[in-house]
């Protein structure tokens, strides 16, 4: 609730306005029966046409003047929902990139989408719904009121009563319909991913003969939603009945104390006819109010995961160092006894770290999978922050630096090649926006992209989102390029070899050398032959470093190192 | 990615609201199908329809009753009062008959409950039938119905489709049949009461019909450029979510940071336009048929002046004019909905009537636990029957060896294994193990010989120990942690949160593609089958692990037939059958030594890797 104060405020005005047209709606909806019973009274008493049409065109003004009401509270509230969806979205979207790998992590990446996209959604309604149905209510129920004891003081007090009644009686529905309605969200939840699971499993469910085993484990999981589907339904059967009925005894009702009162001397007879349409009106207000309060459960679920995104504290905050930075020393890169470990984990990913990557130099990390060879890389860019120890780059430690100025002095390619949609140049801008066709075009070619140009559209080629329509290889190159756009102290690539052939993968080293002259490298790669000719070749072993020097004295030392050449080499050609 | 592919299956299916009304397309099938499938509840439909017959009658002459009764009192109270008299309601005067009033609103009352709450269930249980209908149907469905289809489109059948269903005829069906009824009663009663009224209502009924369908046209378009602009900031999100690391990384997070705020301003822009055209069409109908309705009190009011109407059938008048105008505003909506119901009833009835694979041979004959013959003898195949891929594969395999398949991608590694596993139909040609054809098993028969792990890894929601232990539900937790051990998961699942009972969520998303070959392997370990096959089961973990595994693979597997897919050679040097393939078929097949020394394409690609 407290976020979509925080976001509602900026538009108090608009709220009030809101609320004024609601009320010249509201006011309009009461007055036409009342002046529908004034014709009736008017009519059996004897009075005249002139007066009936009088009345007509009265009503007829009163219409309009409702109608402008009902348009303008749309208008505002359509407007007043969509730049709240915007300012939500905006602020999900500027939080998100505040976020470290585990801060992402904690809510997933599919779960964040859904959060910017439907959650906001979800919310931009029930803001809308709130607006138009549950706000007038009060406006209704007083007014209706009012009105009624304009006409009769006993007619006044029953109406009240009857509202009163009805109010505690939605609460109570509200109440019990709530815990239902989180629960039928979550058997829906977990209705779609068991589905899922069947659909792109299906290979192995064969394989493994689980067909009965699924069967079984959907129809329960659908049973669990048809129960609790078929419990909300009966809870809405049972409200519209109840509504549906109260409104008949109320008719009836206003009818038998209508004719007692009308008999009496206290009101006129048509004056029944605009009390059971107050009635009905005020019944019609709170039992759509009520279907609304009974759904915003599940918006208020919505806030909450918007507002834990928002709440999120992140992990990495920028450092607030004064001192400038002196570039160009030879150790661009230190390690000094990093240790990471991932919260709440029982084991060190990474332990005890020393190493230094020097200006001019190629260093290579090479180990198994898990052994936490990205990781190192994730910490040299403060995707995570080191749990104990640190690393410096040119001699001042990262955790004290803006993260942009960090990452202005690294260029970095990722695992997994992924590029933007758009063209190739928008993805080369990256790393170097004022560049000019011929520098694209020459890392391109140190990139061994040359592919590039023989593309129909060159430079300017589309691009697909993922970068989907390049092969595995090509991407990788695309990759590679992209971050040497940018003139940086430190190139890492993590593991941005894999998809390359053996050929093209020594000619990209070889460009690469020329290229990254004067800035450290650091490589993370599996295949030896990738990082052989490496100045220092870090070996690592569940998140320990169990060798460090050149091809040649690891080959003699190591044997983590020797195990990993022989797995890759034709035994006879390992050479020591 | 698969995550996003489904969010596309959901996306469409909204563009397909918007993009036009959907309409069955053989809908006197479809209604005849649906009632087949709600015969456990016709009993129930039976007693719906009686009290919604009661109910719409009721509700008719309630008002018909109340005018009746507003007369009778009015012409009392004129009465009294011209005697200088009050009026006061007595069971005679007037008491009986308001009683009696209220009973009739009782019963509508207990009708209209009695329907909905009987409807209630009705939607539900149907969706419930069909659901496990299409659960068991999708485990007969041939493989490559789901190559064809997309995920999200099969899920969207079993969610979107039937929730669109329950949802329109839970309600819907009940409020078609009691609005016409009540349309046609009260238009009826009215046309009785005053002619001239009735057409009055009728006319202002028709302008606002026609001003809520030019109305329309032009809030689909604003829903469409709504839709856009929640496309491209759906895009962009998923996108920029992906490739989140990057924009860090190259320090574009205020250049990315003012992208999004330019598309969701456009689609602010959007939504408000659109919501107003949705929104503001209640109020103009509203606006049309109070213009009516003032008209009808001018008139009606005139001919109470004249004496040529009674105040009770005015006022009753007016009951049967509220009840009939939202109806018929609404009739054409519900039609509408009713029909697109009928649409998606439609999909999921034709997922239903999808060709099966056969149900096996009539008395088939068992394998208890394979020896490791396995032969293919002169088979063909294609995946669809225009295209054949395989033309004439031959090999044999003893009990064992290990064979390995190695080829480019699309060369049919993965099609033998297919095949094998009995996925796809031969078009010609056998499949036998120990020497018999493997289509004189049942297919649960020939797959608990073999034990398979896939390049492309599948887990799902649950703990890590449940993944393991799929293929044995009974294995203990030693029993797990060995297999672990064995395929090298052990130490990184110990620096998960809970260990083995951390619970894997969106498709295990927080582990390595390395990570999740390796535990799909652990699961085979598990179940010790008698036939192992690995289709490219290690292409992501490096290559000790690799070699360590094998290593592990190779004491658990002794005496017992392989086949592995790989793409590194260092991994099959010690096969003892190659199988090199090309568009489909094996060109050469030996030891590793043998096709070496054949100096043919093996030893080409074998040389390009280690060059």
Redo the contacts between chains.
Sequence with gaps: MKLILKFIKPYRKLMVFVLLVMVL?VAGGLL?PT??AD??N???G????DY??R??LF??AV??L??FG??A???L???L???L??DI??AL??K??T?S?SD??KF??????TR??NDVNVV?QSV?MVI?MILPVPVVCVMGIVMAFHIDLMMGWILSGVTLAILIMALCVIKKAAPLFRRLQRF?DR?????????????????????P???KR??GV??NY?EV??KV??L???L??TA??VI??I??GI??VG??R????FMK??D??ALSEYAILIMFYLIMAQMVMVMLPRALVCIGRIQEVLDLEPEIKDGGATVPMIAGGTDVIRFENVSFC?S??????LSELSFICKRGQTTAII????SGKSTIAKLI?R?HDVSQGSIKLNDMDIGNMK??QL??H???V?QKA?L??GTIAHNLE??NKDASGEEMQHILSVAQSEFVTELPDGLTAHVA??GTNFSGGQKQRLSIA?ALM?KADLYVFDDSFSAL???TDAALRKALKKQTRDSAVLIIA?RISTIMNADQIIVLE?GRIAGMGTHQSLMKQCP?YQ??A?????GE?VRG | MADFEMKEGAQNDIDNEFFGVAAPDDAKNTIKRLWKSVNDQHKRLGIVLVSVVFYTFLSVVAPLYSAYIVDLMWGKIKEAFANDMLFSITWVDGGSDIFFLLLIYLLTGFFYFLQSFLMASFAENLSFRLRNEISSKLNRLPLSYFDRNKPGAILSRMTNDLDKMSEAFQTGILKLFTTLGMIIGSLVMMFRFNILLTVVFLLFMAISLLVTRAVSAKTLKSALKRQECVSEVTAMVEENFSGRMIIKAFNQEENSSRRMHKATEDLAEASQKADFMINAINPGIRFINRLGQIAIAVLGGNMLLNGTMSIGVFQAFFQYVNQSAEPLTELAFMVNSMQSSLASLERVYSLLDEEEISSGPVSPETIERAEGYVDFSHVRFGYTPEKTLMQDVSFSAKPGEKIAIVGSTGAGKTTLINLLMRFYELNSGQILLDGKDIQTLTHANLRKNFGMVLQDTWLFEGTIAENIAYGKPDATREEIVAAAKAARVDFFVHTMPHGYDTVLSNDGENLSIGQRQLLTIARVFLCNPAVLILDEATSSVDTRTEIEIGKAMGKLMKKRTSFVIAHRLSTIVDADLILLMQNGNIIEQGSHSTLLQAGGAYAELYNSQFA
């Design positions: 709606d036409i002046i529908t014709i009736i008017y009519g059996i004897g009075g005249s046409l009936i049409l009345q007509g009503m007829i219409s309009l409702t109608s009902a348009l509270g749309s208008y509230s359509a407007s929902s969509a730049k969806g915007r979205r905006n979207y500027d998100s990139l976020f790998s992402m992590e997933g990446t599919g779960s964040m989408i910017t996209l931009q809308i138009q829906l209705m779609n991913i068991v589905i899922r699971e069947n659909i792109t499993g299906v290979r192995v469910i064969r394989a493994f003969n689980k067909e085993f699924e069967e959907m129809s659908f049973g048809r589907s078929v339904n009966r809405f059967a049972g519209e009945s549906l009925l008949n005894l008719i009836v009818l038998y004719g007692n009308t008999g009496a001397g007879i048509g029944i006819i991932f709440d984990a029982d084991e060190n990913t180990g198994s999978t898990g860019l995707f993260q942009s990452r202005e690294i260029s970095y990722p992924w933007f949609s990256f790393g989102q993922g992209r940018k052939d053996f050929k599996q569940n983590v195990d990993i022989k797995s890759q080499m034709k050609e």
